[in-house]
T-cell receptor, first 113, second 115 residues
Framework: KAGVTQTPRYLIKTRGQQVTLSCSPI?????VSWYQQTPGQGLQFLFE???????NKGNFPGRFSGRQFSNSRSEMNVSTLELGDSALYLC????????????FGPGTRLTVT | AQTVTQSQPEMSVQEAETVTLSCTYD???????LFWYKQPPSRQMILVIR??????QNATENRFSVNFQKAAKSFSLKISDSQLGDTAMYFC????????????FGQGTTLQVKP
């Protein structure tokens, strides 16, 4: 069974632009969570989606948003990029919200210049 | 609010020896789950081991085992017969039973296995 895939793997954007990252969960997994990893703040939870609904949201500004499609694939969007948004963005999937194990994708490395 | 603390930023161990990574957490929940994840230089986060808080028996996965002390809110990871491939950053993580889908991570411990 294929693992979690994330595209693109690397991205360079300019301050003020917006970006969309994609995550395809493991086949059969319906819950997708997103995390931001930076050297200063570590790993921080962004949000979680299940059945196309956002179930949980971390403490991030409204510039960070996401959505989930009927096939469980998820996207996250960051608008008006700031230098501090440079990070590794990790997506994780699990079969459903009641399943506590999460399986991570390889991440998208976003650099904002 | 739940917090996870890893007090050892860096550790090293000789190949074939045993090393223990420490983790403490704080929560008022009674139902929760604890995890150790490994992140090698490739940055791929890999689940190493998990522990359900309601289980008294410590989890074991091959060379990896945990020492779960619920009253002390401690969750350490022991790696036996360390291998060069164990070199990675290790994260302790917490998930509340009432809030599945959200992992709270510690700051991580960088482990280097020396030949």
């Amino acid at each position: 069974k294929a693992g979690v895939t994330q595209t693109p793997r690397y991205l360079i954007k300019t301050r003020g632009q917006q970006v969309t990252l994609s995550c395809s969960p493991i086949s059969g997994h319906r819950s997708v969570s997103w995390y931001q990893q930076t050297p200063g703040q570590g790993l921080q939870f962004l949000f979680e989606y299940f059945s196309e609904t956002q179930r949980n949201k971390g403490n991030f500004p409204g510039r960070f948003s996401g959505r989930q499609f009927s096939n469980s694939r998820s996207e996250m969007n960051v608008s008006t990029l700031e230098l501090g948004d440079s990070a590794l963005y990790l997506c994780a999937s699990s079969p459903n919200p009641g399943t506590y194990e999460q399986y991570f994708g390889p991440g998208t490395r976003l650099t904002v210049t | 609010a739940q917090t996870v603390t890893q007090s050892q930023p860096e550790m090293s161990v000789q190949e074939a020896e045993t090393v223990t990574l420490s983790c403490t957490y704080d929560t008022s929940e009674n139902n929760y789950y604890l995890f150790w994840y490994k992140q090698p230089p490739s940055r791929q986060m890999i689940l190493v081991i998990r522990q359900e808080a309601y289980k008294q028996q410590n989890a074991t996965e091959n060379r990896f085992s945990v020492n779960f002390q619920k009253a002390a809110k401690s969750f350490s990871l022991k790696i036996s017969d360390s291998q060069l491939g164990d070199t990675a950053m290790y994260f302790c993580a917490f998930m509340a039973g009432s809030n599945t889908g959200k992992l709270i991570f510690g700051q991580g411990t960088t482990l280097q296995v020396k030949p």
